[in-house]
């Protein structure tokens, strides 16, 4: 017969548990669509290579997005989730469908105006944001690429209210793998139509196969809805104080998490004043920089958001701190040793992914050296991630909005300073210099806010041992390809080789180093894994 302690602790470990699942789940669908999006992106560099028609679409797809991020999207998600969220708590699901209702109407309305006028502006607005190395033909090719792109500002915003919704109701999976149904209509559509446009116009086919996989990541997430019965109701109610709530949380979300975004941009505006390869070589490094990015550090943060909600609501200060410590532990747990990879690795996986077709050995150096830079900021960006959620949860967006102010002025100041001297380098230096301060400035407000602990200790001391694995593997890594790449050779199957058996090796070791230092974040996740190894159907 179990005790009541024995009754308590698996009370206790109940949520605890759900919640690894729900990161597991969440997180082997991000790495699904992570690939996916690599995998798109090596298709159209084997297209496009890092020319100028590549910079020309990379400039214009970021426009359309920062912009859903300002107005929708991300920023009414954080906003509107804590607000939703509460309302459930309350048993107010009635109110709680209306309050999203009226959202969804007034983003059609907002957005799809604000779409019209992107369309109508796209020959003023785009040249705004090329350098002296785009000529005219540029410029027009960035402007014609917006105005196909811009009806995604409005897919994404009511795309990011839906989604806002499931995850309020712990329903992850739906949300996690549209994107990587996205990824894949995207290489269908841009393979299929690329043939069917003139030369000099086929970047045109990238942009409509992006266009039409917005359209079906929407129905996705929209017919996941049916799991939770939610009824879109044809009204909107102004009168609402939730919903100019929402809108006043948004705000500094927005302004927040637009900086945020402002970054990418602004490594794409201030690369077309080096060269007219430099905005496509870096975003080719931000995707792969963004696999090991997405498949951990945004499931977590993403799962933790409506726990945190949740706890915020109920007060349960104890709760959040044990939330965040034990997120910033396992986002470091993963993203230290994928960004030693990525450094002393940089160069053999550009190769590997990307250069064939157009993308030429001159592209992958320069992508390899954006991606090393990248590499530093990995981990900083993952718990910058987590720790601004924590802050959304609890109704308190002004802080991190200020933070991210003062981490684009950052970048801003770093980049200008490098460009000309270190050229790309230069410029990714600046994001991750931003990213190391705003990590550290997020931190020590939240641990102001959460009673003066944030497990500071137990981290760091976590945190150091996660370093020294990290560099035995890196040097493991780096020694086994260097001597497979010497007696392999270079053709596409001792590429494969080289780097794989590097990357397995020195991820194996790293695993058994970690389960030795008896770090327990590790242990949570050895757990979980073998937990599902053992699980059989019941009889």
């Known amino acids: 017969m179990a005790s009541a302690d024995d009754t308590i602790a698996v009370r206790a470990s109940t949520p605890r548990r759900r919640l690894s699942v729900n990161t597991a789940?969440?997180?082997?669908?991000?790495?699904?669509s992570r690939i996916a999006g690599l995998a798109r992106e090596i298709i159209a560099a084997s297209y496009f290579g890092t020319g100028g028609p590549a910079s020309a679409f990379t400039i214009a797809s970021q426009i359309p997005n920062l912009m859903a991020n300002l107005f929708a999207q991300a920023a009414l998600s954080?906003?509107?989730?804590?607000?939703?969220?509460?309302?459930?708590?309350?048993?107010?699901?009635?109110?709680?469908?209306?309050?999203?209702?009226?959202?969804?109407?007034?983003?059609?309305?907002?957005?799809?105006?604000?779409?019209?006028?992107?369309?109508?502006?796209?020959?003023?607005?785009?040249?705004?944001?090329?350098?002296?190395?785009?000529?005219?033909?540029?410029d027009n090719l960035t402007a014609g690429l917006a105005q196909v792109l811009f009806p995604?500002?409005?897919?994404?915003?009511?795309?990011?209210?839906?989604?806002?919704?499931?995850?309020?109701?712990?329903?992850?999976?739906?949300?996690?793998?549209?994107?990587?149904?996205?990824?894949?209509?995207?290489?269908?559509?841009?393979?299929?139509?690329?043939?069917?446009?003139?030369?000099?116009?086929?970047?045109?086919?990238?942009?409509?196969?992006?266009?039409?996989?917005?359209?079906?990541?929407?129905?996705?997430?929209?017919?996941?809805?049916?799991?939770?019965?939610?009824?879109?109701?044809?009204?909107?109610?102004?009168?609402?104080?939730?919903?100019?709530?929402?809108?006043?949380?948004?705000?500094?979300?927005?302004?927040?998490?637009?900086?945020?975004?402002?970054?990418?941009?602004?490594?794409?505006?201030?690369?077309?004043?080096?060269?007219?390869?430099a905005p496509r070589a870096i975003d080719n490094a931000f995707r792969i920089y963004m696999l090991p990015q997405g498949v951990f550090s945004v499931a977590v943060a993403t799962v933790l958001f409506p726990t945190l909600s949740r706890q915020a609501a109920r007060r349960d200060v104890a709760g959040m701190r044990r939330a965040v410590g034990n997120g910033m532990?396992?986002?470091?747990?993963?993203?230290?040793?994928?960004?030693?990879?990525?450094?002393?690795?940089?160069?053999?996986?550009?190769?590997?992914?990307?250069?064939?077709?157009?993308?030429?050995?001159y592209s992958t150096h320069i992508v390899s050296i954006a991606?090393?830079?990248?590499?530093?900021?990995?981990?900083?960006?993952?718990?910058?991630?987590?720790?601004?959620?924590?802050?959304?949860?609890?109704?308190?967006?002004?802080?991190?909005?200020?933070?991210?102010?003062?981490?684009?002025i950052v970048d801003v100041i770093v980049s200008l300073a490098l460009y000309k001297p270190l050229g790309i380098a230069g410029l990714v230096i600046g994001t991750a210099a931003a990213n190391a301060v705003m990590t550290a400035l997020q931190y020590r407000r939240l641990k102001a806010g959460l009673n003066g602990r944030l497990e500071g200790a137990q981290t760091l001391k976590i945190t150091v041992r996660i370093l020294v694995a990290s560099a035995l593997m890196a040097a493991l890594s780096w020694a086994i390809w260097k001597g497979l790449d010497s007696l392999l050779g270079r053709s596409?199957?001792?590429?494969?080789?080289?780097?794989?058996?590097a990357l397995s090796a020195g991820g194996a070791l790293y695993a058994k180093t970690v389960l030795t230092m008896r770090i327990p974040e590790a242990r949570q996740i050895e757990e979980l894994v073998l937990e599902r190894i053992r699980r059989r159907p019941a009889v």
């Open 152 to 277: 995604v500002v409005l897919l994404l915003g009511l795309t990011g209210l839906l989604v806002g919704v499931l995850q309020s109701y712990d329903e992850f999976t739906i949300p996690a793998i549209a994107p990587a149904v996205w990824n894949i209509v995207i290489i269908v559509g841009l393979v299929l139509l690329h043939p069917r446009f003139a030369p000099g116009k086929q970047i045109y086919a990238y942009a409509v196969a992006w266009l039409a996989a917005t359209v079906v990541q929407l129905v996705m997430v929209a017919s996941a809805l049916r799991k939770i019965d939610f009824r879109l109701q044809l009204a909107i109610d102004w009168r609402d104080p939730r919903v100019k709530q929402v809108f006043v949380l948004m705000l500094p979300v927005t302004i927040g998490l637009g900086i945020v975004n402002l970054d990418q941009l602004l490594n794409s505006v201030f690369g077309s004043l080096v060269s007219r390869q």
């Open 329 to 361: 532990r396992q986002i470091n747990l993963l993203l230290i040793p994928a960004a030693a990879l990525m450094m002393v690795l940089a160069t053999p996986i550009t190769r590997l992914v990307f250069q064939r077709g157009h993308f030429t050995a």
């Open 78 to 138: 954080a906003a509107f989730v804590p607000v939703f969220t509460d309302l459930l708590q309350q048993g107010r699901k009635r109110e709680a469908f209306k309050l999203a209702s009226t959202l969804f109407w007034i983003i059609l309305i907002a957005l799809g105006a604000l779409t019209a006028v992107g369309i109508l502006t796209a020959g003023l607005i785009m040249p705004l944001f090329t350098g002296s190395t785009f000529g005219p033909a540029l």
């Open 492 to 501: 596409l199957i001792a590429q494969i080789i080289s780097v794989g058996v």
């Open 25 to 32: 789940i969440f997180a082997i669908a991000t790495m699904l």
């Open 371 to 408: 991606l090393f830079w990248f590499a530093i900021s990995l981990p900083f960006a993952g718990v910058n991630l987590l720790l601004t959620r924590a802050f959304f949860a609890v109704k308190r967006p002004w802080i991190p909005t200020g933070l991210a102010g003062l981490n684009m």
